[in-house]
Each structure stands twice: as C-alpha cells, then as structure tokens.
C-alpha cells in the first residue's frame, strides 16, 4: 500500500472559462510537477478531451482519471468520475442528448477547444458547455452511476452551484459516499452545520481552470498497488470512492 496525492477536479481549453494553457500535455506536465500521482479531467459537461488526457498522463507518469463536472437542472455542480474512458465517452454522449443549446460567443465565455494527445485543436464545441443540463441532481446521478461512474456534489463549501447553497443543506437523497470541498480548512465547521456529511469521505481538489491553479501535494490516498499498474490503481481508487471510505 502506497501514498497517492490527486486531484480529482481539473478544467481542460475545453472549459470556456479554462484558460488556453489548460492543453492535455500542460495539464499532465504541470500535474507531475505538483508531485501528483492521479488526475482527474472534468471539463463542464464533456468529457472529449478526456481521450487526449491519457496520452498525455502516461508520458508525464500520473494516473488519469477521465471525468465531468455536470450542472444538473437545480444549477448544483457534480463531479462524475470513470475507471473505463470508454465509460466516460458514453456518459459524455448520454449527456449530450439532455443539454440545453445556447451557441457560444467565444468572444465573451472563450473558447471551447477539443485537442488530441500532441495539444493539436481538432474541433471545438459551438454549443455553450457550463450552462445548465434538463437532469435534475437525482436524474444525473442514477446515469452516471447506471453507465459505470461515481459521482458526488462538487465544491459543497462554494456558493456558486454548490449542492448546500442551492438546497439549503447536504441531501438525504440521492445518497453519496463521497463530497468534495475546494477549502479543506472549512470541513471542521461543515461537519459540525451539515450533519449529513458525516461518515462520508470527504475530499478535496483544486476546481482548477489555470495551470498555476494545480496544487501542489497535499490530499492523498492510501493504495493497494501491488503488482504495480496505473490500472490496479485506478480500481483501487474507486473500489474507495464507491464506498467512500
């Protein structure tokens, strides 16, 4: 068993208000040079540049993990996770089907780059990704979990589209192991206000939409990773993200 640092909330150019220099590879790069073991690609309701992301995690040695950060139809933010790509890029056509079509204005929100594994822009999406999809936040997390992902309300301690903003409290249902919270120092105080997010595993990421955004090591989890592989890991992380412990 091993110490593996993460971050599990991670912005790509795909993101309209990721910056230009969220490229796979600088992600990747800037990722091991944080002295981080597994990230996790969560662009605003996608996940195409997720493909792009494994090419780069295995030449810079981090575990990737491929993911969406999904705004349900409340506005609430949830990040959905994938041990398989394949999983993700059928969850990312799944959610394709339920978002709401406003073209984007790059000259306003940015621009929406969808990259291969060299930082090459193949496409783009012309359609605004952050706004909010028709899934309601129990809709979204029975999809996710139904094609194979875990998922869990992002940044609950943030008022803008967290889940205890927008509802006024942590939710009974849908029941989640897991929660995520951009300031780790505010758990104590949560815990103490939210009863209900007691007993659950609580993390913390960086929601990061610039390179210097990518914190440096500090949350971790302890891994069974013996024989070694980046694969044996990433089902060790979700066998822990599903039980949330």
Known sequence: MNRYYYDLHIHSCLSPCGDDDMTPNNIAGMAALAGLQIAALTDHNTCKNCPAFFEAAARNGVIPVA??????????????????????????????????????????????????????????????????????????????????????????DREANGVIAVLGAFPDEPVFACAEFYDGDKQAAYLERYPNLRGKLLLTSSDAHYLWQIRDKSAFFELEDEPYSAELVRKKLFEKLRCGQ
């Open 67 to 156: 993911g969406m950060e999904l705004t349900t139809a409340e506005d609430i933010h949830l990040l959905c996770l994938f041990e398989k790509l394949d999983d993700a890029t059928a969850f990312d056509e799944a959610v394709d089907a339920h978002r709401v079509r406003i073209p984007n204005r790059a000259e306003i929100f940015g621009e929406q780059r969808i990259m291969n594994g060299s930082d090459e822009v193949i496409g783009s999406d012309p359609f605004l990704l952050p706004n909010a999809t028709d899934l309601t936040i129990e809709q979204g997390t029975a999809l996710c979990r139904e094609m194979g992902g875990v998922c869990w309300p992002a940044h609950v």
